[in-house]
């Protein structure tokens, strides 16, 4: 998987949010909040490229104290939302 | 003969070299001349762009977007050496190009005949919009009004009643007057205030003031039967200003740039939401509630 060209995380008083900006993505018309989390796998996601689940749920646990279990489910969660709102392909 | 001509608009300096005969068609330039001559560098306000207004057509280039907008067409693009185009369009006509330069500080708008004063209005909107975007400007599709010597933007998609409810508040409320009813500018200041700007662009309401005011608060219209406003604040204050600026987002520079205004607007200027009638009773408690 990875994140569809022209979404850009932004700070936006104060909160983490997704906007559509590129040519691929102007016609987004919506802001996605993100949780401190859900932004840290953004930025995980962006910098990656292509990313699994696993991938990203095993990131999670070297940078925080979660247990395998937790993560993948956390991650498993994001994922479904980002594929839900068609930020992710 | 031509000849180059300066204007501030936002308190930035624009050059248009063009022949004599377009000066009948920049009338609504006039209030925003500026004489520089006998200025120094440090005397002026520093060159945003220059355009060069010229007849003729280009040759082909890449099409990247096109948007559309009462009846009008507007195609951007870049040529071949990656410089920006935007063609104009009018039911179906082309009536110029405009190739920039990859930072818009020059253009240069090709005419082709046809709808001649738009091409040359929407080629100086573009490079104004373009060009300041990361000087903390942007050009607003917005009415403005002003009162007690504080201006307030009125927002809302196209056909949602921002003039008619900037003419509400004339009628209405006593002092106020209108600053531009269709594209005001806006600039955040380094120590964070926000002034709003008249420009020569104002839709179809003849209103070329050169005039400005710190901006008051900002107000997004929605028609509805009944008359109800609400404060806005954080990410909602800023998807409520976001649509109502002319940008192209997708050259992440301007959007980086537009995005700090933005939110520098969000944060720092009251902005509201007004489910609204077009009655008297509507500007009046908008009034009410958003002036101090």
Same mark, same amino acid.
């Given at each position: 998987m990875k994140i569809k060209k022209g979404f850009v995380l932004r700070q936006v008083c104060g909160e983490n949010v997704i906007v559509g900006e590129g040519l691929d993505a102007i016609n987004f018309g919506r802001m996605l909040c993100l949780n401190e989390t859900a932004a840290w796998l953004w930025k995980k996601a962006q910098d990656t490229g292509d990313f699994t689940v696993e991938s990203l749920a095993n990131a999670l646990c070297e940078e925080f104290e979660v247990t395998p279990e937790q993560a993948l489910t956390d991650v498993k969660d994001t994922i479904d939302s980002w594929t839900d709102i068609g930020v992710i392909e | 003969m031509t000849e180059t001509r300066y204007y501030t608009v936002a308190e930035h300096l624009l050059g248009v070299k063009a022949d004599d005969i377009f000066l009948p068609l920049m009338q609504n330039y006039e209030p925003f001349r500026h004489d520089i001559s006998g200025k120094t560098d440090v005397e002026? $306000? $520093?060159?945003l762009f220059t355009l060069t207004v010229t007849e003729g057509r280009i040759t082909d280039y890449i099409e990247e977007y096109s948007q559309e907008d009462e009846g009008q067409d507007t195609i951007c693009g870049h040529t071949a050496g990656n410089d920006p185009v935007f063609e104009f369009r009018w039911d179906g006509k082309t009536a110029g190009w405009l190739v920039c330069t990859p930072d818009y500080r020059q253009g240069t708008l090709h005419l082709s005949g046809h709808d001649t004063k738009a091409a040359l209005d929407n080629s100086l909107m573009i490079l104004f919009a373009m060009a300041s975007s990361c000087t903390g400007t942007a050009l607003f599709h917005a009415a403005a009004v002003s009162l007690d010597g504080r201006g307030y933007m009125f927002l809302g998609k196209s056909g949602t009643g921002k003039s008619t409810h900037a003419s509400l508040w004339l009628k209405n409320i006593p002092g106020s007057g209108l600053m531009n009813d269709d594209n005001p500018a806006v600039r955040v200041k380094p120590d964070g205030t926000a002034v709003v700007y008249g420009t020569p662009w104002s839709g179809k309401t003849p209103c070329y003031r050169n005039v400005s005011a710190p901006l008051g608060g900002i107000v997004l219209l929605s028609q509805a039967p009944y008359n109800s406003i609400t404060r806005l604040k954080g990410i909602g204050a800023y998807a409520a200003v976001v649509p109502s600026i002319s940008g192209k987002r997708w050259d992440s520079r301007i959007a980086d740039g537009l995005h700090d205004t933005e939110n520098a607007l969000a944060t720092s200027i009251p902005v509201w939401h007004l489910d609204c009638l077009p009655d008297a009773e509507a500007a009046r408690l908008c009034k009410e509630t958003i002036t101090v």
């Open positions: - | 002026r $306000p $520093p060159l």
